[in-house]
């Protein structure tokens, strides 16, 4: 007989999630910090709390922006531009009052921004949160008005948007409703990803539990006044959406066309060619 | 002996014994290109980029014996950073353990069930299988309530300490300032040799007053070049505080709060 979990075993294991995505941060492995920080969300599934999916969702954006930042030829003020994930970590406390998470997550994207633009864009660029303001909301009404695309195989929508909206935000800033768009169509794209595994089912279950996020979305995002309350409760349900995918299928192939069968080998070949390649490669960059 | 390409081949049409050799060379060619080598750009490891001065003494080598064509150590480089960059495009964005390969799964191509708005979850069951990485979690304190008990092992270029992170957040000339100091650094130094590592300190005779030093570690370099280093270094960082877009009353503010400092060991 197993006793049934509670809300303070679940936030037990989630600081201990959140330790080793601090770890990880520290010793500049982005993609373990990434894989920790999807950890997080896996476990927030246990619980009824959104706050730990949100804590989860917010790292996963830390771990990408400074893997990204990393990988960029560019690293010029890395050490400074860290400090900002540094303090975001620190002060980050689970007791926290949803509405301090999304605070704390919005001055970090705002601060760390600058540091992820080109030389070109520092001296350019001024802020300009009314013009990101417009620019979203036209970018989600595109996204509702034209749904139907996300039916069409091979399609990049969704990618699209998000791809416009990081831009805006990086170079012009914004807002906490500038956050709560990006995130959202961030969890919807991390979600939309999976829709290629229902091969024949696509379109049903495109029509059936994506549209519905994204009129959720628009609405939402362009109320009169915009409900934190709402905005984290459509994202958790995205998330939860996401996850359980990522339980049913597990990690999306990155390359591997829509469709085509793989070749039957057995593992250890696989593995076989797979370390001769790699070695090949390191001893080329040696 | 059976070479391994032999091996692969005679698995494959095993294993597959309806394609013809054209399909099974397509699928071969497809396997290696679509799930391989994405696997083993992310298992490979890659060694620390060239120092940009060697590569910039390369260059200027090259040029003047006449072999700009030949740059064995740009060319190092980015294929290096070319690499980070495909290892970064298929980070495993999805991936909740560090040991599961990209995209090795079994139920990949498997269509189950549809999604949710809400899970279902039995929570005593699900209680039974929820494992938690007992190894990593002992090797770490429970930071941010605590700092990881790993040290890293050898210094990195630069380092802040607490207090200097602190106020990269809070003051965003600060930011500035230090952003384009360590830019500077950047672009003429490498890891290895050399290392920054910036504080804030009191001021000795005012102590209310803080001063950002930097410290600069020389370990293999004897006095009289640790002495060169610092005149090059501090005419560097005066050079960025002359750049800085700011009133020459907040410039001189600049010039007296910071101090650079080199490590006698």
């Known amino acids: 007989m197993v006793e049934r979990m509670t809300e303070m075993d679940i936030s037990s294991v989630i600081k201990q999630d959140i330790g080793a995505v601090y770890s990880a941060f520290k010793n500049e492995d982005f993609r373990n910090m990434n894989i920790f920080s999807n950890r997080i969300m896996s476990n927030a599934l246990f619980s009824d709390d959104p706050k730990f999916t949100l804590i989860g969702f917010f790292l996963k954006d830390i771990a990408l922006i400074y893997d990204a930042m990393k990988a960029r030829k560019e690293l010029a003020t890395f050490t400074t531009a860290k400090s900002f994930g540094e303090v975001f970590l620190k002060s980050l406390k689970i007791e926290d009052e949803i509405d301090e998470h999304w605070k704390k997550y919005h001055e970090f994207c705002n601060s760390v921004r600058e540091h992820t633009a080109t030389i070109h864009e520092k001296k350019s660029y001024k802020e300009a949160i009314e013009f990101s303001h417009a620019s979203f909301i036209w970018l989600l009404k595109l996204l509702e008005k034209d749904k139907e695309l996300l039916l069409v195989g091979k399609n990049q929508f969704a990618r699209g948007i998000l791809n416009e909206m990081n831009r805006i935000f990086r170079v012009h800033g914004g807002g906490i409703e500038e956050i709560y768009a990006v995130s959202l169509i961030r969890g919807l794209q991390l979600y939309y990803e999976y829709m290629d595994y229902f091969e024949d089912a696509r379109t049903e279950i495109i029509t059936s539990s994506v549209f519905p996020y994204v009129d959720a979305i628009a609405k939402t995002m362009m109320a009169k006044e915009v409900n934190q309350k709402e905005v984290t409760s459509l994202l958790r349900r995205i998330i939860i959406d996401w996850r359980l995918s990522y339980i049913r299928f597990m990690e999306r192939p990155r390359i591997v066309p829509i469709g085509q069968k793989p070749l039957p080998i057995t593992e250890e070949t696989r593995q076989k060619l797979s370390e001769t390649i790699a070695k090949a490669l390191e001893e080329e960059v040696k | ?265």
């Open chain 2, 1 to 265: 002996m059976v070479s391994f390409k032999d091996q692969l081949i005679s698995e494959a049409s095993l294993l597959a014994p309806a394609l013809s050799r054209e399909e099974l060379s397509e699928k071969i060619s497809n396997l290696i290109e679509n799930q391989i080598l994405p696997e083993a750009l992310i298992q490979m490891r890659l060694p620390r980029l060239p120092s940009p001065a060697s590569v910039k003494t390369e260059e200027l080598m090259a040029a003047r014996y006449g072999k700009r064509a030949y740059s064995p150590l740009h060319d190092k480089m980015r294929l290096i950073q070319d690499l980070e960059k495909i290892r970064y495009k298929l980070n495993g964005s999805d991936l909740t353990d560090v040991n599961l390969p990209i995209g090795s799964e079994k139920t990949m191509q498997t269509t189950i069930g549809i999604s949710h708005p809400e899970p279902e979850l039995d929570i005593e069951r699900v209680g039974e299988q929820l494992s938690v990485d007992m190894e990593l979690i002992q090797d770490i304190s429970p930071a941010p309530f605590g700092e990881p008990k790993e040290k890293i092992k050898s210094p990195r270029l630069i380092e802040f300490d607490s207090e200097v992170t602190q106020r990269i957040v809070s003051s965003r000339s600060f930011a500035t300032l230090i952003g384009a100091i360590e830019s500077k650094i950047r672009s003429n130094y490498s890891h290895g040799k050399i290392s920054f590592s910036f504080s804030i300190r009191a001021d000795l005779d005012i102590p209310s007053r803080e001063k950002t030093k930097i410290y600069i570690s020389l370990p293999d370099y004897s006095f009289e070049e640790k002495m060169d280093f610092w005149d090059k270094i501090e005419t560097e960082i005066k050079n960025v505080i002359e750049s800085l877009d700011v009133s020459e009353d907040e410039r001189n503010e600049i010039r007296r709060n910071l101090l650079t400092h080199v490590r006698a060991v």
